[in-house]
Every structure is written in structure tokens, then in C-alpha cells.
């Protein structure tokens, strides 16, 4: 999968945590990296398109596309829904999988990443580790 930042951070430092963003959503869920070749990730600045208006994130097979919206201005790429579009890919919409009440795994080191202090990921269902 080919993360794409629109409109992009630009930096080396921010391509990498989205590197680790995804790899990390890819080993919750158990996907091996292959099962993803060919799909695209893209960030973007806004709500996005999708089968409900103003949706924080989208899986869509039809174009092999995950789009996240990422409205930290701060660049915080962790807060965006990633590991539940994720989900969408291998699970099913109807989050009947235990995993989607407990991404506290992902968020291990959340709260010590400079450009995620102040606020809590955007529209995900989890609880937190306390700071």
C-alpha cells in the first residue's frame, strides 16, 4: 500500500510515522503487507466521501483506495482512523470483532509523540492508556 499525504507534511520524519502508523494497523489486524499491494492510502486535510457524508475515514474496493482525514493541523498522522479503516479491509462493517473495542495497543506511546499532546484520535472506539 502507497501512503499519500494531501496535501503533504513534506518531511522524512512524518513519512516514516505514517510507515509505522500502517504497519502497525497491519500486524493489530494481522494482514500480511502483500494483501495490500496495489491499494492506495491517502491522507487528506478534510471529511471524506463515502458511503455517509462527512465520514472521518473510507474503505472503498472499488478504486483499492483507504482514505483518512487528518484534521490535526499539527500533523498528527496517528490520529487519524487508520487502524479502523483497516479493520474495514479485513473484518467486516459491522465491527463484530472484539479488536474494534480495544486499540489501546496501537496508542501504546501515543501521548509522547509531541504532535499528538492535547488531543485524542479522531472518531475511534478505544480507551485511551492513561498518560
Known amino acids: 500500500m502507497d501512503p499519500v499525504l494531501v496535501p503533504s ?3 522524512s520524519a512524518m513519512a516514516a510515522r505514517v510507515t509505522a502508523q500502517l504497519q502497525a494497523s497491519l500486524d493489530y489486524w494481522v494482514v500480511p503487507a502483500w494483501e495490500t499491494h496495489g491499494w492506495r492510502l491517502v ?5 471524506v466521501d463515502c458511503y ?7 474503505w ?6 483507504i482514505s483518512v482525514a487528518l484534521y490535526a493541523s499539527d500533523g498528527c498522522v496517528e490520529s487519524a482512523p487508520l487502524p479502523h479503516e ?6 467486516s462493517p459491522d465491527h463484530t470483532d472484539p479488536r474494534w473495542f480495544d486499540f489501546a495497543p496501537l496508542l501504546a506511546d501515543y501521548h509522547a509523540i509531541p ?3 492535547g ?3 479522531d472518531d ?8
Open 119 to 121: 488531543h485524542a484520535p
Open 43 to 47: 491522507y487528506t486535510g478534510r471529511a
Open 9 to 11: 507534511y513534506g518531511t
Open 52 to 58: 455517509a457524508p462527512d465520514a472521518d475515514g473510507c
Open 86 to 91: 483497516i479493520g474495514h479491509f479485513v473484518e
Open 60 to 65: 472503498d474496493p472499488g478504486t483499492r483506495t
Open 124 to 131: 475511534w472506539p478505544l480507551d485511551l492508556p492513561p498518560r
Open 115 to 117: 504532535e499528538c499532546s
